[in-house]
């Protein structure tokens, strides 16, 4: 539909007589009999090639071979995708707000009958399994929902002047044009969050895709054309990766240009965050993460090992609030480990186009090595592993390690992997203590069955989200989500995305003449 995401025929007549050629051409996959998905730029309503006809490819991490075929935009690209995000924005912003809570609804609508169409596209790009394209599917309409919410909530207030006959106001506007640069790990999730609520408040948008899941990204815009979405309130721009620092720049330094919404690791937000401050453009920054689950002696173990499968394992490990770090009390750790490690055991990692195993593979074979790595440094450094899990390429089974001491890379390194660490705590400031040792500080969890024990913990964890007798892993569109120190700043949703993606403005009328000095 609309020229975008057109998946190529199995076979057609002329593979068999081209057969031979294609054999020794790695430039056709398609002749092989691949699932591959084309893709354009979307830029002002239009499917539109890349200057000069360049695409790139997206290997399937799993099988090698071509998941998607994409246009690779340059600069001059991605400048036009800004100018016509500009153009569009003077009549989006003056739209009724319920007109444009009607359009996002229609969204949300046809954003779930996708689910067939992302779980295919993740897995082929991405090695997830099924039902995580279906999960980010359903949690994708979710905050499209939630956004289409907000769009009467934009509101200000009236200040009291000093000057007699003067009437002043706060007024919120949206603010202009929105860069949205979202990854690849939660990729309908994180590519809608990127733009939704700016859009939602009278702003347009461009969606920068990731490099490594373009034709998942690109489907987002089909959604947003087959709603009937004006034309250029959301465009979405694909690109090589060794193309990314010039075509991000050249969309952050255009003048257009008024906030910059990214999500993705530290190393690559510091240098958003760089780019940025030089265009002084405020950007709104959800990092990495090295999220603990704190243990305290009376909990309801049974609730904290489940918890701990989930957060640690969910999707390989590969989300950014995954649970890298167990810190539990001394006196109850070994039982813990003994359930967590039987719960750990019996799940199956497992290829995703031909397994029905609770998880898939992870995002590339650099990962596998990373785990691996910092699982070999730490037994190198005394830590044992309960639980170590097998390796065939990208699909990695998961790994506990246990009695993790400060001077391990797995102490302080993201593994964004399917593995976890154990840590035991002496009591709660010294878990407080373990669970603050690290420069992240995204999400945490405390289990306790005494609520306010477990707040009073829960309150002194760096961090921007802690849940309580809850996973590490939790989201929901209307909650403020976003972290702190390395972990990033600013926050998502309801009205906190509100405050994120509008100006404040101070309007003042004078109901009566007024005295000046000269």
């Given at each position: 539909m ?10 057609r007549?002329?593979?068999?007589t ?30 539109v090639d ?6 790139f ?19 001059k690209d991605?400048?036009k ?10 009549e ?13 609804l229609k ?26 394209g ?14 289409a ?10 200040i009291?002047?000093?000057?007699a006959?003067?009437?002043s106001?706060?007024?919120r ?52 054309k ?7 309130v ?8 060794e ?23 530290t190393?690559v937000g510091k ?8 265009y ?9 993460g ?11 173990l ?13 999707h ?9 770090r ?9 039982t ?16 995703p ?23 070999e ?40 992997g ?5 840590i035991r ?6 878990a ?12 945490a ?15 002194r ?10 996973p ?6 209307q909650m403020?989500?976003?972290g ?23 309007i ?7 005295h000046?000095?000269?």
């Amino acid at each position: 539909m609309f020229g975008l995401g057109k998946k190529t025929s199995k076979e057609r007549p002329e593979d068999k007589t081209e057969a031979k050629s294609a054999a020794a051409d790695d430039k056709r996959p398609e002749q092989r009999g691949e699932a591959m998905f084309e893709t354009k730029l979307l830029i002002g309503g239009q499917m539109v090639d890349a200057e000069g006809g360049a695409t790139f490819e997206r290997k399937d991490p799993v099988t090698g071979e071509v998941a998607s075929r994409a246009a690779a935009a340059t600069p001059k690209d991605a400048v036009k995708a800004v100018e016509n995000a500009y153009a569009a924005f003077g009549e989006w912003s003056a739209m009724g707000p319920n007109a444009r809570r009607a359009a996002l609804l229609k969204a949300a609508d046809i954003m779930k009958t996708k689910g067939p169409d992302w779980a295919e596209r993740c897995r082929a790009e991405t090695g997830s399994t099924a039902g995580w394209g279906h999960f980010n599917t359903a949690f994708a309409a979710a905050l499209l929902t939630e956004a289409a919410a907000i769009t009467s909530q934009v509101n200000g207030e009236v200040i009291p002047s000093d000057y007699a006959g003067t009437f002043s106001m706060a007024v919120r506007q949206p603010c202009g044009v929105v860069l949205g640069i979202a990854p690849w790990n939660a990729p309908v999730i994180l590519g809608v969050r990127s733009i939704a609520v700016p859009i939602a408040v009278g702003n347009t948008a461009i969606l920068k895709a990731s490099e490594i899941c373009p034709a998942t990204h690109m489907l987002i815009g089909e959604v947003f054309k087959e709603a009937g979405i004006p034309d250029g309130v959301l465009n979405v721009v694909t690109h090589k990766a060794e193309d990314a620092g010039e075509v991000v720049e050249a969309m952050i330094a255009h003048k257009a240009v008024r906030r910059v919404n990214f999500t993705g690791s530290t190393r690559v937000g510091k240098l958003i965050a760089q780019t940025s401050a030089k265009y002084l453009k405020p950007v709104v920054l959800e990092l990495g993460g090295k999220a603990p689950l704190v243990v305290l002696d009376d909990a309801d173990l049974d609730e904290a090992v489940n918890a701990a499968v989930f957060g640690a394992f969910m999707h390989q490990g590969q989300i950014c609030m995954s649970t890298e770090r167990i810190v539990a009390h001394k006196g109850i750790a070994d039982t813990f480990l003994e359930k967590f490690k039987a719960r750990t055991e019996g799940l199956g990692a497992g290829n995703p186009h031909t397994s029905d195993a609770p998880l898939g593979a992870v995002v590339d074979l650099e990962t596998a090595g990373r785990v691996n790595e910092l699982i070999e440094d730490a037994v190198a450094k005394g830590a044992s592993t309960p639980v170590r899990g097998a390796a065939d390429g990208t699909v990695v089974s998961p790994s506990i390690v246990d009695n993790v001491t400060q001077d391990m890379r797995i102490w302080r390194e993201e593994s964004f992997g399917p593995v976890v660490s154990m840590i035991r705590a002496n009591d709660d400031d010294h878990a407080v203590e373990l669970a603050n040792d690290t420069d992240y500080g995204l999400s945490a969890a405390v289990f306790s069955q005494d609520v306010s024990r477990a707040l009073a913990v829960a309150r002194r964890i760096d961090s921007g989200i802690c849940h309580i007798n809850s996973p590490t892993v939790q989201d929901e569109a209307q909650m403020p989500f976003g972290g702190v120190k390395d972990s990033g700043y600013g926050r998502f949703g309801g009205r906190y995305g509100i405050e994120a993606f509008t100006e404040t403005r101070w309007i003042s009328i004078a109901t009566k003449p007024r005295h000046y000095p000269i």
